[in-house]
């Protein structure tokens, strides 16, 4: 009788509600392309399951699942050990299970990153950040850590702005300061990088953040995190413009990709997982 193995390498997220995640497909899509015999399961985890789910997976010896909301915090009470980053931005979304530990990372600042090196070194940049959620924190942070010279994080609450401020100040080489968002804002002249970290443009193509246009420069790079739709009014105004701008598809696809290389030690096709998405958010 020939040797045939029917158990399939499990991987996927815990998150509430999961219905509209995306991830699945494209990470499942990535796996059938380069012929991986393994899943990615959406599992919808409400708060209190947070602690069984987890127990769930290592005892069915998943190599690794995804955390989304509300559990990036919640989840660092059941690891064994988490990666730098994630200890500095206080949240896992990534989680490997290695011989039975757990071990946690942030791969949404890493996912940015990976898309902004595609087309710059932050090294010694001067970067304008918008917003004060969770993905501006962990942008904040894998920018001080990448040795970025200074982050200005701008918000209409400065106290949360301060918070991802002092933890760049306080734990990266990089500089960082606050600037309450006011109205509409102007981009400073020596601002390398814009980044919209919020979520305003988000299914909706026509708002963006409040801007004066007329402050964009051709030689700065403008980033969106808002994988969908791709391309923002922000994103269109800022080529308007000529500046060089990156969509928050990149990010999306890069923190996948990221994820899957610490569960299987396998680097996954990027352009596949982007076509997924872009059909998926086109049909929609």
Request: with cysteine; net charge negative.
């Amino acid at each position: 009788m020939s040797q045939q193995n029917f158990r399939s390498i499990l991987t996927g997220s815990f998150s509430t509600p999961c219905d509209d995640n995306p991830t699945v497909a494209m990470i499942e899509a990535a796996y059938q392309h380069h012929d991986i015999d393994a899943r990615y399961i959406n599992c919808d985890v409400k708060a209190e399951a947070l602690k069984d789910a987890v127990a769930g997976a290592r005892a069915m010896e998943w190599v690794g699942f995804n955390c989304s909301l509300p559990h990036k915090v919640k989840v660092l009470e059941y690891l064994d050990e988490v990666a730098e980053s994630a200890r500095i931005i206080g949240a896992v979304n990534c989680v490997s299970i290695r011989d039975g530990r757990l071990i946690g990372d942030n791969t949404d600042g890493k996912g940015f990153l990976a898309s902004l090196k595609e087309v710059t070194d932050p090294s010694g940049k001067k970067v304008l950040l918008l917003g004060a959620g969770g993905a501006a924190r962990a942008i904040a942070v894998e920018l001080g850590l990448a040795s970025a010279a200074h982050i200005t994080v701008m918000n209409r609450d400065p106290k949360k702005a301060e918070t991802i401020a002092a933890l760049v100040r306080d734990n990266t080489s990089a500089k960082a300061d606050v600037q309450a968002w006011d109205g509409d804002a102007s981009v400073p002249e020596d601002v390398d990088i814009l980044i919209n970290a919020t979520s305003i443009g988000l299914g909706d193509s026509e708002t963006m953040p409040p801007l004066k246009i007329e402050t964009l420069r051709k030689d700065m790079i403008v980033a969106d995190v808002i994988p969908n739709p791709p391309r923002t009014r922000l994103l269109r105004e800022a080529e308007g413009k000529g500046c060089t701008v990156l969509d928050g598809l990149g990010m999306l696809v890069n923190q996948g990709v990221i994820c899957v290389e610490h569960w299987l030690g396998k680097t996954l096709d990027a352009g596949v997982m982007e076509k997924t998405l872009k059909d998926i958010f086109d049909a929609a």
